[in-house]
Each structure stands twice: as structure tokens, then as C-alpha cells.
């Protein structure tokens, strides 16, 4: 059923006031269900919870479907309850959340769909410590005919509701320590600007992302950097060789062993990066309510075996650098089926760590900043959480 702009016109909404950071008028705003935009959500989300409140990520895939050219204005996202808005994005702050795989375009141009285009929005929903955490959410998309060739853009503005979203309580999944002491840096830890949030991988005809909350975990030592030398090899480095630990009692499903180890910081690893080798030496753990997946591990120390049974704390392997790696570190990631790529990536929480501090900036302090030290105030055990991006935490002995 086509509607038509009179039949649009007859569902004006009464606005009081213009809609924050776009220059439209109230009385030009229409409600308008039927949008040619598909709005898909691959991977529903959990709060999470963190030292400075709750998080939920999650992506908005979008796709066009008629030559009619759009242009994204704004997106309200509404606690589906109260209908409280919990984010407004629009302008520079739109941008910034926006990914148009495998297109080069211009700020400006990014926000417009013409028939067939497609884009990715990367979510971050935060609440504050005690804030209420919405069980399901709605978004509310502001949009326009974009300006074509010869003509300017219209003026009327479409708001279209997608359905209710819903947000779980809380991740399904909590594990124990995969690392024991302290010192251990979350680089690329909780947050939506991690590097790893964003790895969309198109494997067996699926787009996913398997890495959504992986974390790097590197050890600073007691002189506060991560190894003992300015040029250092592998064994300088004071998280190498650290055993790993079953983060629950489970099945090992995957283990990829003898791949040789990088420099540390060259330009060239010891092996081609492909879909195989881009983990390393790896074991995959399946708990029963996820895989779990350790990356980059140390040849030759893997003490397990596809189809045996492990025990939470039962030591698993060492931490090394193998793979698509150019340092020794721990990659951690939690996903629906055990692959490294092929799999969605599912929320999760430690049952219990300590904060000791933060970096900000870690690719600046890693060139020159001075060395780490532990946080006058560190908030001691964490419980139930993961630690944020550029977090500094320690796993109990």
C-alpha cells in the first residue's frame, strides 16, 4: 500500500518545539509509518555493569529500499515504558556513531541513503549509578527526502517508531578470573569507541561481530610500564608465559597450537594473518551458556585437548603472541558459536576484580607518558562488572 504526502499530511503531530540540533520547524514535522528504511538489530543487548554506572551496546543496521534518496536527521532513543528519551543523537554526535561500509563518503554525504545504500550504527546506552535500567527501548528516527540532482531537499520531516527493542537485565553469562594478580591493563575494554566494538566481519555470507566485548589484557609491572626494556623481545615483557585460567567449569571445542611468535612491535608477523591464524595458538571453552575463546597464546603450552573437561582455575595455557598480535597479551572474547569471526559476540561480567587505575590514552602513554602508577583512590572489589576501557584491574591470586 502506497501512502500518499496528502494522506502524510493528514498525520502532522502537534510538536511544541523543534527537534534539538536540526533546523526543521514543529509544524513541519509528520509522523509517517511507512519509511523505505529497514531497521535491524543483529544482536540484542545486555546492561552491563561498570564502576561509573550501566552500558548497552548494540548495532542498527539500515538499509533503503527505494530509489527515493533519505537523509538521516536524527535518532531519539526512548525508554519504550516512560518514554523518557535516554540519547538524542543528531549532527556531529550522529556522525560519529555511523559506519558506511564500504563507502569513502564526505561528513555531509554519510547521512544520506539513496535506494540500495546501507549503514551501521554503533549504540552506546549509559546510566548512571542507581539511574533505573530500562527493560526494552524504542527509536525514533527524523528523516527527510534528501536533496537530488537539481532539487532541494524537502522540508517536510518524516518521524518514523521502530518496534520495542528489549535490553536484558543483565548478561546471561558471568565467568571467573581468566589471569591472576594485578596490573592488568583492559585495553580495548567496555566501551564504544574500543577498537574491537567495531570489527564487522562478513564470514559465510553473515555479517558479525564476534569481538563486540573482547578485551586485551597486558600487564604493567612494578616499574609501570609493560616490560622491563625500551626494545624489548617477548620475554621482557611482564604478562608473558602468565598461566591462563578456565574462566568456568566446561569443554574445550577448539584448540590451535605450534604457530611461531611475533616480535614484539614489528612490521610483519611470524605468520600470514588469514581467518586460521588470526587468533594465534587458541583455545576455545564452551561454559553451556557461551564460547570462550583465549587468543595469542605461547606455543607449546596448551595442556588441553578438544573434548576435555575442565574445571573452573584449572590452567589452561600461557600468554604469549601469536597471531594477529603485536605484543604478548590475552585476547578475551565471549560469543554464541566457536569461531573467532563467524560468531556474534555476547555480553558478559567478571564475578570479581579490583580497580586499581586507569590509562586514558594508551597508544600516548606507551610512546612517552610516565610510568603507571595505581590510583590514590582505588575502589577495591568490583563485583558483577567488567572494567572499562583503559581500566587497570587485578584478579584475585
Given at each position: 500500500m502506497v501512502m500518499t504526502n496528502r494522506l502524510a499530511l493528514a498525520l502532522l503531530l502537534t510538536v511544541l518545539t523543534a527537534?534539538?540540533?536540526?533546523?526543521?520547524?514543529?509544524?513541519?514535522?509528520?509522523?509517517?509509518?511507512?519509511?523505505?528504511?529497514?531497521?535491524?538489530?543483529?544482536?540484542?543487548?545486555?546492561?552491563?555493569?561498570?564502576?561509573?554506572?550501566?552500558?548497552?551496546?548494540?548495532?542498527?543496521?539500515l538499509v533503503s529500499y527505494r530509489a527515493l534518496p533519505l537523509e538521516l536527521l536524527q535518532l531519539d532513543i526512548l525508554d519504550a515504558g516512560s518514554g523518557a528519551v535516554l540519547a538524542s543523537l543528531a549532527g556531529d554526535a550522529l556522525l560519529q556513531v555511523l559506519a558506511r561500509p564500504g563507502r569513502?563518503?564526505?561528513?555531509?554525504?554519510?547521512?544520506?541513503?539513496?535506494?540500495g545504500d546501507m549503514a551501521v550504527l554503533f549504540i552506546e546506552l549509559r546510566r548512571l549509578p542507581g539511574e533505573a535500567l530500562p527493560s526494552a527501548v524504542r527509536h525514533a528516527w527524523y528523516?527527510?527526502?534528501?536533496?537530488?540532482?537539481?532539487?532541494?531537499?524537502?522540508?517536510?520531516?518524516?518521524?518514523?517508531?521502530?518496534?520495542?527493542?528489549?535490553?536484558?537485565?543483565?548478561?546471561?553469562?558471568?565467568?571467573?578470573?581468566?589471569?591472576?594478580?594485578?596490573?592488568?591493563?583492559?585495553?580495548n575494554g567496555l566501551g564504544n569507541d574500543a577498537d574491537h566494538r567495531r570489527?564487522?566481519?562478513?564470514?559465510?555470507?553473515?555479517?558479525?561481530?564476534?569481538?563486540?566485548?573482547?578485551?586485551?589484557?597486558?600487564?604493567?609491572?612494578?616499574?609501570?610500564?609493560?616490560?622491563?626494556?625500551?626494545?624489548?623481545?617477548?620475554?621482557?615483557?611482564?604478562?608473558?608465559?602468565?598461566e591462563l585460567l578456565a574462566v568456568a567449569d566446561g569443554i574445550i571445542v577448539a584448540?590451535?597450537?605450534?604457530?611461531?611468535?611475533?616480535?614484539?612491535?614489528?612490521?610483519?608477523?611470524?605468520?600470514?594473518?588469514?581467518?586460521?591464524?588470526?587468533?594465534?595458538?587458541?583455545?576455545?571453552?564452551?561454559?553451556?551458556d557461551a564460547r570462550v575463546l583465549y587468543g595469542h597464546l605461547r606455543p607449546g603450552t596448551i595442556p588441553v585437548r578438544p573434548g576435555d573437561r575442565v574445571r573452573r582455575g584449572d590452567v589452561i595455557g600461557q600468554l604469549g603472541n601469536s597471531g594477529n598480535s603485536d605484543a604478548p597479551h590475552l585476547h578475551l572474547q565471549v560469543t554464541d558459536l566457536?569461531?573467532?569471526?563467524?560468531a556474534e559476540g555476547l555480553p558478559f561480567i567478571f564475578e570479581d576484580f579490583d580497580w586499581q587505575g586507569r590509562i586514558d590514552d594508551l597508544d600516548a602513554w606507551m610512546a612517552a607518558g610516565?610510568?603507571?602508577?595505581?590510583?590514590?583512590?582505588?575502589?577495591?572489589?568490583?563485583?558483577?562488572?567488567l572494567p572499562l576501557d583503559g581500566d587497570v584491574i587485578a584478579f584475585p591470586d
Open positions: 527537534i534539538p540540533g536540526v533546523a526543521v520547524r514543529a509544524e513541519e514535522i509528520v509522523r509517517q509509518a511507512a519509511v523505505p528504511l529497514d531497521v535491524r538489530v543483529p544482536a540484542m543487548p545486555a546492561w552491563i555493569a561498570a564502576r561509573d554506572g550501566a552500558h548497552a551496546l548494540y548495532e542498527l543496521h569513502n563518503d564526505g561528513p555531509g554525504s554519510r547521512l544520506h541513503l539513496a535506494g528523516l527527510r527526502r534528501a536533496a537530488g540532482e537539481g532539487e532541494a531537499p524537502s522540508e517536510r520531516v518524516w518521524l518514523m517508531e521502530s518496534a520495542a527493542m528489549p535490553i536484558a537485565p543483565a548478561p546471561a553469562v558471568l565467568l571467573g578470573p581468566p589471569l591472576r594478580g594485578s596490573g592488568w591493563l583492559a585495553a570489527t564487522l566481519f562478513a564470514i559465510d555470507g553473515q555479517v558479525r561481530i564476534s569481538q563486540r566485548y573482547a578485551i586485551d589484557f597486558v600487564r604493567i609491572g612494578t616499574n609501570g610500564r609493560v616490560a622491563r626494556a625500551d626494545r624489548p623481545g617477548n620475554e621482557d615483557f611482564f604478562g608473558y608465559g602468565a584448540v590451535h597450537d605450534g604457530m611461531p611468535e611475533n616480535t614484539p612491535f614489528s612490521e610483519s608477523t611470524a605468520v600470514e594473518v588469514t581467518l586460521e591464524t588470526i587468533a594465534g595458538n587458541h583455545i576455545i571453552l564452551d561454559t553451556g566457536p569461531a573467532a569471526l563467524a610516565p610510568p603507571w602508577e595505581p590510583a590514590a583512590m582505588a575502589s577495591g572489589s568490583r563485583r558483577a562488572e
